[in-house]
Structure formats: structure tokens, C-alpha cells
């Protein structure tokens, strides 16, 4: 209270004027709320939000778990400061704080998940790296704990959740290689359970069999999302007795160490091998331009946000057309790294 008292003596207001006026009561008149804000901005007064948190049982602050580790997020996580942007531009209009929970790739994400719960630290939270079986999904369901999922998941208790359009992404790519007459053609798919990778891996399969082709399994590359991980890939690939005449890389950050592990090798993107990836600001910097899919990560982050809020009481209304549920579209960018044609015989 030190600081709204000095504000009340300020203005030879009660306190408890004071406090009404700045929390918007309607039983103070509007000519003691301007007196009282004025003051406010020019004390520099700023609530003591723990002790409202502790009357309005609430802490507003939104967390957002992500793993982390350099096998995980290679030498910078771009994806996500993009997406962050968004979300806290979402929660800026409510005096909402976003926070990262930033979960180490050597603990058990379930466990940290569970420590944060029980501190009762956010109103709300955002997960990503959804699991193809994710208990994390049940374990919030509950307890009523307002949250969304960036993924999806065969774990589902009726959660809002968005998702990038990947089954889109493998269409697209294996449609475009087979029209430029590629029949062996690799992908990669993360190293881990992240559901992402089965529903990739799943859609190429089907695409190419619409084609009449088949996904050979020793086409099929895991790694770790990262530089190393792409590096690991083309050596790999490069290794195989018949090495594929094109690859679909489903990481942003992996195409960086495969064009460079391609290029000790001499082999060129475009000229030896088709590529396509994912886009991310490094791309500009490959050497031929990447054929990739790009997404607003920004415009992603709001929507994020929004489907959030739309799920919790206190903000639901200011969201009524919030998705519950959505595939998030990405676009193709054409560049010059899936230029070689393979010659019909």
C-alpha cells in the first residue's frame, strides 16, 4: 500500500477513492478519476501486482513451454521469438505478461510441466512440440488449467489447438518433384516422437503412392532440428549406394549444415539434387536460393493468443471468432535449389 498511500495523501483522497478510481469502479465520478490518473502517470505510480494477483486470485502471466538445448534449437530458436511477438502483442491489450518456460532437452517435460502447475505461476499456457501420446494434454485437462497446444496430438481432451499445414507441405512438395520427374525422392522427419513427424511422414507416403511410388524407408532421414542435424543428413544420404534424386527437408534450421556437407562433397542443390525446405531469414544467405514454405510466425503468435483467451472466462467475449482449431497454411516460395530435372528415359 506505500505506494497508492502516497498517492491518496497526494491528492487528500482515501485511500480507498484512490484504488476504486484506478481499478475503473463506476461510484467514483469522472472528474476525481482524471485527478487521480493524472497523478498516477506523474508519481510514476505502478499497482503492486502481487497483492492484486492475491485478491483477484489470478497472476496474469501466460506461459509458453518450450524445450531447449543446442540439439533442439540449434545456435538460435528464430521460430519462436517470431512467434512471441505476436502472442504478447495479444496480451499487451489485457495487461497480460507472457513468460517462457523454458524446459531443458535433459529434463523430462512432463515433470518440469508438473513443477509449474503446482507453483500456481500462470492463468494460463501455451505448449508446443506436441507428442504423438502427450500427457501433458490430460494432466492440464484435469485441472481446468486454460491452455492450447502449437501441434497436434492422438492425445485429445477436447483442447483448442493450431497447427502448422504439413500434410499441405508434403502434397505440394511431392506433387512438384514427381512433375519434374524425380522417382526416388528422400524427406526427413525429427528425431524424436514430436507428432509433427508422423503426420509428415505419413502424407509423402500417400502422395507418392497416389503417383504409383513408394517410400523407401532408408529414404526416410531422422535428426535433431538443427544445423548439425542437416549436416548429418547429407553425409548420410551422399553414403547410399543409389542416393535419392531429391529430399524434402521438414526443419527450417537443417537446411543450413545439408547444403554444407552437399557442398564439401560437390554436389549443388539444383544442379545435382533437388532440395526443398522450410523458410526461415538464413535462407536469403544459401547459395542456390531455397525452394521453400514460409508462414507469418507473427500472425501465428496472435492467432495463438486469441484462441487462448477465447478459452478462458475473463476474456472470451473480446474473442468470439477465435479459431478452436485450425491448420495453419503456408506458402511456396520458389527458389532454384529444386531446378534439376531428372531425364526421362
Given at each position: 500500500?506505500?505506494?497508492?498511500?502516497?498517492?491518496?495523501?497526494?491528492?487528500?483522497?482515501?485511500?480507498?477513492?484512490?484504488?476504486?478510481?484506478?481499478?475503473?469502479?463506476?461510484?467514483v465520478?469522472?472528474?476525481?478519476?482524471?485527478?487521480?490518473?493524472?497523478?498516477?502517470?506523474?508519481l510514476g505510480?505502478?499497482?503492486?501486482?502481487?497483492?492484486r494477483?492475491?485478491?483477484?486470485?489470478?497472476?496474469?502471466?501466460?506461459?509458453?513451454?518450450?524445450?531447449?538445448?543446442?540439439?533442439?534449437?540449434?545456435?538460435?530458436?528464430?521460430?519462436f521469438?517470431?512467434?512471441?511477438?505476436?502472442?504478447?502483442?495479444?496480451f499487451?491489450?489485457?495487461?497480460?505478461?507472457?513468460?517462457?518456460?523454458?524446459?531443458?532437452?535433459?529434463?523430462?517435460?512432463?515433470?518440469?510441466?508438473r513443477?509449474?502447475?503446482?507453483?500456481?505461476?500462470?492463468?494460463?499456457?501455451?505448449?508446443?512440440?506436441?507428442?504423438r501420446?502427450d500427457?501433458?494434454?490430460?494432466?492440464?485437462?484435469?485441472r481446468?488449467?486454460?491452455?492450447?497446444?502449437l501441434?497436434?496430438?492422438l492425445?485429445?481432451?477436447?483442447?483448442?489447438?493450431?497447427?502448422?499445414?504439413?500434410?499441405?507441405?508434403?502434397?505440394?512438395?511431392?506433387?512438384?518433384?514427381?512433375a519434374?520427374?524425380?522417382?526416388?525422392?528422400?524427406?526427413?522427419?525429427?528425431?524424436?516422437?514430436?507428432?509433427?513427424?508422423?503426420?509428415?511422414v505419413?502424407?509423402?507416403?500417400?502422395?507418392?503412392?497416389?503417383?504409383?511410388?513408394?517410400?523407401?524407408?532408408?529414404?526416410?532421414?531422422?535428426?535433431?532440428?538443427?544445423?548439425?542435424?542437416?549436416?548429418?543428413?547429407?553425409?548420410?544420404l551422399?553414403?547410399?549406394?543409389?542416393p535419392?534424386?531429391?529430399?524434402?527437408?521438414?526443419?527450417?534450421?537443417?537446411?543450413?549444415?545439408?547444403?554444407?556437407?552437399?557442398?564439401?562433397?560437390?554436389?549443388?542443390?539444383?544442379?545435382?539434387?533437388?532440395?526443398?525446405?522450410r523458410?526461415?531469414?538464413?535462407?536469403?544467405?544459401?547459395?542456390?536460393?531455397?525452394?521453400?514454405?514460409?508462414?507469418?510466425?507473427?500472425?501465428?503468435?496472435?492467432?495463438?493468443?486469441?484462441?487462448?483467451?477465447?478459452?478462458?472466462?475473463?476474456?472470451?467475449?473480446?474473442?468470439?471468432?477465435?479459431?478452436?482449431?485450425?491448420?495453419?497454411?503456408?506458402?511456396?516460395?520458389?527458389?532454384?535449389?529444386?531446378?534439376?530435372?531428372?531425364?526421362?528415359?
Open positions: 500500500m506505500k505506494g497508492i498511500r502516497r498517492l491518496a495523501q497526494h491528492l487528500d483522497i482515501s485511500i480507498g477513492t484512490v484504488s476504486r478510481a484506478l481499478n475503473g469502479k463506476p461510484d465520478n469522472d472528474e476525481t478519476r482524471k485527478r487521480v490518473l493524472e497523478a498516477a502517470a506523474e505510480y505502478v499497482p503492486n501486482q502481487s497483492g494477483s492475491l485478491r483477484q486470485g489470478t497472476t496474469n502471466i501466460i506461459g509458453f513451454m518450450i524445450q531447449t538445448g543446442t540439439e533442439i534449437t540449434g545456435q538460435g530458436d528464430i521460430f521469438m517470431s512467434v512471441f511477438d505476436g502472442v504478447q502483442a495479444v499487451a491489450r489485457h495487461k497480460l505478461d507472457l513468460v517462457a518456460l523454458l524446459c531443458s532437452s535433459q529434463e523430462d517435460p512432463n515433470d518440469y510441466l513443477r509449474v502447475v503446482a507453483r500456481g505461476f500462470a492463468d494460463g499456457l501455451i505448449l508446443s512440440a506436441t507428442q501420446n500427457p501433458r494434454i490430460e494432466f492440464l485437462a484435469e481446468n488449467i486454460p491452455f492450447v497446444t501441434g497436434r496430438s492425445t485429445d481432451a477436447g483442447q483448442p489447438w493450431l497447427d502448422l499445414d504439413f500434410e499441405g507441405m508434403a502434397q505440394a512438395s511431392i506433387d512438384r518433384l514427381v519434374r520427374g524425380h522417382r526416388r525422392i528422400a524427406i526427413t522427419r525429427p528425431h524424436d516422437d514430436i507428432n509433427l513427424g508422423y503426420i509428415f505419413d502424407r509423402c507416403r500417400r502422395a507418392l503412392a497416389a503417383h504409383g511410388l513408394t517410400l523407401e524407408e532408408d529414404l526416410i532421414f531422422r535428426s535433431t532440428p538443427n544445423e548439425a542435424g542437416g549436416y548429418q543428413i547429407a553425409r548420410d551422399l553414403a547410399l549406394d543409389e535419392p534424386t531429391a529430399i524434402v527437408l521438414i526443419n527450417e534450421t537443417i537446411a543450413i549444415g545439408f547444403y554444407q556437407a552437399l557442398s564439401e562433397a560437390g554436389v549443388k542443390p539444383g544442379r545435382d539434387i533437388a532440395v526443398i525446405g523458410y526461415s531469414p538464413h535462407a536469403h544467405f544459401l547459395s542456390p536460393p531455397l525452394t521453400c514454405f514460409r508462414l507469418s510466425l507473427r500472425d501465428l503468435g496472435i492467432a495463438l493468443a486469441e484462441t487462448l483467451l477465447s478459452a478462458m472466462p475473463a476474456f472470451k467475449d473480446h474473442y468470439p471468432d477465435a479459431p478452436a482449431n485450425k491448420v495453419w497454411p503456408m506458402e511456396l516460395v520458389e527458389g532454384e535449389s529444386d531446378a534439376f530435372l531428372v531425364p526421362q528415359r
